[in-house]
């Protein structure tokens, strides 16, 4: 696999689902939190996965699959009492991913362990989502992962809504946790609405950054590109065009060039250029974390 070193030195962590994506054609392994701990390997970082997986075949596959990867999976768990995620996915004619999400798997009983104990401390940037939070158990860990970090550690809510596993209280409670934020033009009215922020997209970023002292935020756009914000400056970008294969895994793919961009201090420009770079490629292939060409890495 060819590398670059954009994220070199940097520790972090994906913090949530680890998954099997079923597609018509097969499974393929998933999960935001575990596609944008791929990515950011890719990208040069220590990565870590930070999730619970079966005692089964998925599970035993999907372990094969991150060590392979060379993400550290020394805080992934497992769990004998339940199976490892599944979710069953089709694509329309543009290659958008519907999603049927099952429920009561092993990683919505992530538990708190001496490994995240001792992981948590040496982060530079933890990305976690909505969707692992619709469990009581797995919530609870998120939230003690997250208060575990250093104070200057990037604390990335990639909102990620799917279907009805998510509220108002989940989503506040994790701004309030969060540092930094990325969510697409779908979610941002819904997260607009929690600090009564209206106008155009920009505005509401630009409201929402204010109301949770956030340090970056990354709003995706699809097809149009990708806006990034911090308190200082803002940039948007447009992706090169390209033919969709599907998307999956491609917001995860930008959500990682977005934070190793911004701990290695890069320009707002440069961060969202290389961004949607990176994203337009996996879009192109079949898989949420194929290998980076020379292309991506540059």
């Known amino acids: 696999m060819l590398r670059c070193t954009l994220g ?21 392994f998933g999960g935001a939190p575990a596609n944008f701990a791929c990515h950011c390997r890719s990208l040069g970082a220590d990565a870590f996965m930070v999730s619970s ?69 040496q982060l530079d940037a933890v990305c976690f989502g909505s969707l692992a939070q619709r469990s009581d158990v797995s919530r609870a860990t998120i939230a003690r992962f997250l208060g575990a970090t250093p104070t200057d550690c990037l604390r990335v809510f990639d909102v990620n809504l799917r279907q009805a596993y998510y509220d108002d209280a989940i989503l506040q409670a994790s701004l309030t946790m969060a540092s930094a934020l990325k969510l697409s033009d779908e979610e941002l009215p819904v997260v607009a609405q929690l600090v009564g922020a209206d106008g155009d997209d920009a505005e ?32 948007f970008a447009t992706p090169p065009a ?31 250029a290389k961004a949607n770079q990176l994203a337009s490629y996996v879009c192109t292939q079949d898989g949420a974390v194929p290998p980076l060409p020379d292309a991506t890495s540059a």
């Open 242 to 272: 390209i033919n969709v294969v599907n998307t999956v895994g491609a917001g995860d793919a930008l959500t990682a060039a977005a934070v190793t961009g911004f701990l290695g201090g890069l320009p707002l420009d440069v961060i969202n």
């Open 204 to 235: 509401k970023v630009d409201v929402i950054m204010k109301a949770f002292d956030l340090r970056l935020v990354v709003l995706t756009l699809g097809g149009k590109g990708a806006l990034m914000v911090t308190p200082d400056e803002s940039s």
């Open 8 to 28: 070199s030195s940097f520790k972090i962590a994906g913090l949530g689902e680890a998954l099997w994506d079923a597609f018509p054609e097969g499974e393929k």
């Open 53 to 121: 997986l079966g005692c089964d075949a998925r599970g035993q596959t999907a372990r094969a699959f991150l060590d392979a990867y060379g993400v550290d999976t020394t805080c992934l768990v497992e769990d004998p009492e339940h199976e490892t995620g599944v979710v069953l996915v089709t694509l329309d004619v543009d290659g958008k991913p519907d999603y049927e999400i099952k429920q009561h798997v092993a990683w919505d009983h992530i538990p708190w362990t001496d490994a995240m104990a001792q992981a948590a401390p």
